[in-house]
């Protein structure tokens, strides 16, 4: 079988990315070396209440995810494993911070899993100088104008600032 009869090796990145992060990064990064193609899926979640609009975090992801040539970004509202069909995906990269995050994910591995045996998990550990990073403690911070810029790309800071005000010094 020659390269052009070969099946491409898709993986789906889901999450919310509210806003995307460095410890993100570092997993598209990462999974982007493994797999041929990479889709960010921002999941279109009602349910929960974002910072930024899932127009807004697909803007922010192309923008930062611009020199991964093989990484897309897309959006969905449905089943994951109903849109990884759609998109001849069969591999879900998750990223692992901690124990926490094991069990959750776990769960949600065995549920993909159940509903369509075809797709696999595969977990991705965190880089360990993003194991405390989470996207709601960026906003935190933002929110009371603290430093991000360890935490997020320059973009995302830009942007955080833009909604959460300026940041301001630690003493005045
Ligand atoms: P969700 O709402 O689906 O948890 P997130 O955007 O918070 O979406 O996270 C998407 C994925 O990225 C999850 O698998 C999460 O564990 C992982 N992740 C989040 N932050 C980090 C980090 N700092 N290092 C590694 N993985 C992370």
Not at 9 to 37: E, K, N
Not at 149 to 158: D, F, L, T
């Amino acid at each position: 079988m020659n390269s052009t009869n070969q099946q491409q090796r898709v993986a789906v990145y889901p999450g919310s990315f509210d806003p995307v992060t460095y410890g993100h990064l570092d997993i598209i990064q990462r999974a982007a070396r493994q797999y041929d193609r990479i889709i960010v899926a921002v999941l279109n979640n009602t349910s929960k209440n974002p910072m930024f609009s899932v127009e807004e975090r697909k803007d922010i992801l192309h923008k930062v995810t611009k020199d991964f040539p093989n990484v897309e970004v897309e959006s969905f509202r449905d089943l994951l494993v109903r849109f990884m069909r759609m998109k001849n995906a069969s591999v879900i990269i998750r990223g692992i911070r901690s124990v926490t995050d094991f069990e959750y994910e776990l769960q949600l591995a065995s549920t993909n899993h159940m509903l369509d045996e075809g797709i696999d998990t595969v977990f991705m550990m965190t880089h360990p100088k993003y194991s405390y990073l989470s996207s709601s403690i960026v906003k935190e911070i933002a929110n009371f104008q603290g430093d991000v810029s360890q935490m997020v790309p320059p973009e995302v800071e830009k942007r955080l600032r833009e909604k959460c005000g300026p940041e301001r010094p630690l003493r005045q």
